[in-house]
Structure formats: C-alpha cells, structure tokens
C-alpha cells in the first residue's frame, strides 16, 4: 500500500479534536487554580480574605484567627472539594465508557447507594470487628467499607446490564433502582439499630456536604481517590476501544477483561471515598464529563484528565455559591448540585433522544 | 498462513460448526461464501478467536489462543457484519482508534490516506452517526486498514478478516472495498472476506470456501467451486454458472469500470 505523506506540523485533520483537548485542559488548570483562590479567599466568616490569602502566599505572619480559617477549616475543604468533585466526575466519565453510554452516573445507578451501604454499615456495625482490625483499619474503616459497597454494587450492575458486550441501559437503570431500594432498606433497618453516638455520625456523614472537611477526613478519602486518578490514564486507551465494543476492542489489541475490572476498580474507589466523606453529592458525574464530550469530543484519553479538571473547579464554585447565597448560614451544596444538575440531565434526555440507543 | 484445524463450534446444544478445517495463504484473498446461517460468521469468529471453539488456529505460525491481543492487533485486522459505536466520535477520530492499535500509530497521515481509499475523502470531520449505512461500514473499513496499513512487516504478513465487507455498498463502492482487499493481497498481506455477492467473488477471490450447515464443501479455486452441482446443492438452489438469461435486464460487476462513464 501506498505510504502515507507526511502531515506537516501545525497542520491538523478535519475532525481531530485532540489539539482542541490540549488546550482545554490548560484552560481548566488555570479555571482550577482560580477556583482554589477563590474557595480560599470566600467565606461565611464576615472579613473576606484575599488580602491574608496574599499575606499568606507570600509567606507574612498571619493573626491566629486568620490562620485558622484559612489553614484549618478553609484550606482542607478546597482541598476536599477539589479532590471529591475531581473523583466524582472521572468516575462518571470512567462508568459511561465502561457501560458504553452516556447516562451512567454513580449517583443515579446505585453505585453511591451502594458505596453509602458501605458506609453505614461501617459505623453502626464497625464495633463488631474484632479488636486487631478496628485498630488495623482505623480511620480508613468507613472509607474502605465505602469502597467495598461501590465496588460490588458496580460488578453486580455490569454483570446485570450487560451480555455479550451490549449494556441495555433500561436494565442498567432499573437494576440501580433495585439495588438502591435493597440498600436502602437494609440501610434503614441499621439507623433503627444504631446507638445515639453512631446516630450523630450518621446524620453528619448522610448530610451531603463537605463543609465538615478536616485534614484527619481528606487524609483518610485522599488515597483511595488518588489511586483512581493514577489507574484513569491507563484505561484510556481501552475505554476508547470499548466504544466500538468489546469484539472491536480485542480486535484492536486491548485487554478487555483487564481493562474493565481495573475501570470497576477505580470508580469504586473513586465512589467509595468521596462518598465516605461527602455523603455523596449528584450530578457531577454527569453533567462535567457530557459537556467535556460536547466540547471537545469523547476521546478518554484527554476526556479523562478534563472530567478531573472540571469536576474539581465545578464543585469549588458550588461549594463557594453553597456558602455565601444565604450567609452566614450554608446551603448543603447537594442542593446547589441539583439545580444546576437535574435540569441539566432533563436536558441531556431531550437532547438525545433517538440518537442513542437507550 | 492461516491455518484452522478441526475446528468445532457449539453455542448452547447446537453446534454450528462441525470439525472444519480451512486455510488461507499470505498474498490472496481467500472468500468463505454460503448461505445465511451456514457458519460464516461463525468461523471467521473462531479464526480471529472472538468465539470459543475445539480445535486449533495458527496465524503465522503463532497458536491464536496463546498470542496477547495486542500482539494479534499488530498483524491482523477484523472487520465485523456491524459496528456499533457508543459516543459521538468523529469519522476522524474512528480510523484514529484504528490507527493508534497498529504498529503504525505514529504516522497520523494514515487517517486521510485510509478516508481517501475507501471514498471518503471529506468525511473526516463529520460525526460517524450521521452517516449513512454504507458510509458507516466504509470508516469501519478505514479504521480497519489504518490498523493494519503495511500488508506485510519483519513480523511477517499482515492479515484482514473482512465480515460481508460489500454487503451495504452500491456496485461502484463494492468494486472500490473489493479492490483495496486485492490489493492488499497482492502486495503479500492475507485476506479472508465472508462473501454473498458470488460475481464479486469469482472477479477477485483466489481460494473459495463453500460452506454449507457448519461443514465445508469444498475449498478450491473460483472455476472449481462455482459450478452448477456446487452451488446449486449448497444454496439449495438450482443456480447455472455463466449462462446469460434469455431476455431482460441483467448487470454484473464484471463489465463494470469505476469513475468512468
Ligand atoms: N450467539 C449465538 N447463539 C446461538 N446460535 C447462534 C449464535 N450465533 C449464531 N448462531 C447460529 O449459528 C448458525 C451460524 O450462524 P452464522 O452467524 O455463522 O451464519 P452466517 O453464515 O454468517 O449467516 P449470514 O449469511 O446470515 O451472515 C446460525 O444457525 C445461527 O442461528
Ligand atoms: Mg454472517
């Protein structure tokens, strides 16, 4: 066959959208690193604190006060918006390649039902462990149980949906509908056991929020999710592969199998731990990685790192509008997400329907 | 050299494909022609090994159940009956997955070149859901060939496994698919097409295998295969070989030119 010429450099192919990608994604670092300023900057706490946040940027002393704002209660909720809204949307993106659809949120299959399953189990019945293992797990007991909880609600909603590499998303739905109802029974069943202490966690943790972020909590949910951002752009490729099915997949070289338990392995523990300490916050799943693909296509190689950047900026503004539309008081920003979220997936239905077979 | 032995094929109770053995050399195009429901499908599963089966499979001396998927995808393409696709990707972005599974995956000038091949030279920026069906089929080909672009490398022959390759295409497209596939073969890569349109076949294959209730024929040249007795007890269907109707309106591909008129 004939070689291929050359394409001189700088000049790009009709309908390669991967220098548009690039590009976004040095947008995004720079929408990030303004969205951390801000999330730093903004707050319920009267005095607005750019001027100490330059202070302290450029290393001034700053009055104890000003130093506990920002240090202990405003820099581990950036941090912890920014890492949960990251997790949040890479895993969406991660499920909708895996499912090969569009509408596969965490949040609206059970994958969060299930991680919060997880969850509850863990504080109301964590006192049951022998001894060695609470010592052993520690902090990470609530998290890893979390994780445990998305990790089997994700396997039991592939194995349901899928056969012979075709997901119907129907069944998809209607299998998080049941495995959400199931979780939520048995997960009432255990507030109803629950002594008073496991009841004040519980209503702290199902509250959906990360204002009550500390270092203790971001270091225990930051690994998990961390993992999961390492393993994304290794199944880039193989999600990409996906799209054409999995046959096409393997025809093209891609480990099918390995590509899609390490994909069920890195929502899971994506899912899991922002759940664990964000009580799980809608949407972001959905809407970061469906406007990504609007904009500059659905490679998962450059979709991928984009879902992480957005989703990171997307929940900081969220939080920043959850604490100053009704300050002093805060608004949950689960609710912030779903009015910017609900009409939004509405949207996407209406958008789509009969383009995709759903 | 392609080479199936013995191969068995159950799905469920039925088994489909009953000890077939079938090769194909490196530099021709070797059709499996039959009729619906005869196996086809079925063993070009079994010989890029998407289906389980009894029985071996070389592909350049290499046991296919041994080899990892990337190494296969290094020398071999396959194109399926049908292509889904999840996702709105461009038809750029389609050949690109091809691409970018070959050994080839640096020379991002092979996208425009495989559009071009199969007749699609402008498309590369449209979305791949707005195509019709034999446009469709014609990226998948695209992506197929840009996975595998060089017919042969010091890994040895590269091989296309082309499923109905023409079966959506008009008669110009169909001899446009029909030549690439030539010559591909022609210039040392291996072939194998699952065909239905038997004049296409008798212009370009060089091997036949006729299939035919999961059991092969006969597997020989075109003048051995396409016979009366043949075809006419393989398709269940009295057929006649070279004999022009008496009256009425007939067109083959043979008299066909493409781009002249
Ligand atoms: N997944 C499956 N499960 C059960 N039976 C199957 C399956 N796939 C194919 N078959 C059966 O195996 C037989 C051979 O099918 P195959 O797809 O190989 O036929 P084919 O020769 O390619 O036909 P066509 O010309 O229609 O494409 C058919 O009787 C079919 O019904
Ligand atoms: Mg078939």
Redesign the interface.
Known sequence: MAMATEVPRGVYLAGDRSHQANRLTGALLVVLVAAVLASLAIGASGTSLWSTLWAFLRGEDLSLRDRVVLWDIRLPRTLMGALVGAALAVSGAIMQGLFRNPLADPGLIGVSAGAGFGAIVAIVLGGLLPLALQDVLGYYLVPFAAFLGSWASTIILYRVSTRKGHTSVATMLLAGIALGALTGAISGLLVYIADDAQLRTLTFWGMGSIAGATWSKLLTAAPLMIVAFIAAPFIAKGLNGLALGETAASHMGIAVQRTKNTAILAVAAAVGSAVAVSGGIGFVGIVVPHLLRLAVGPDHRYLLRNSALLGAALLLVADIISRVVIAPAELPIGIIMAVIGGPFFLWILLRRRGILDM | MLRAENITVHFGRRTVLHDVSFDAKPGALTAIVGPNGSGKTTLLKAI?G?ASHDGQVMLNDRDITSA???????I???L?QA????????????V???L??GVTAD???????ALS?VGLT?????FY?ELSGGEQQRVQLARV?A?V???ISEAGPHWLFLDEPVSALDIAHQLQVMKIAR??AN?GGGVVAVMHDLNLTAMFADQIALISDGRIVAQSTPDEILTNDLLSRAYNCAVQVNTPPPSGTYILPQMATMGAH
Request: proline share 12%; aromatic share 12%; net charge negative.
């Open positions: 890029t998407e990892k998927p990337w190494e296969l995808a290094a071999r393409g396959v399926p292509t889904p696709l999840a996702f709105p990707f461009t038809v750029s972005e389609v690109r997955l091809g970018i599974s020379q991002a000038a092979i996208i425009p070149a091949r402008d498309y590369g920026a449209r859901q060939l996975q672009w060089e017919p010559d591909f210039a």
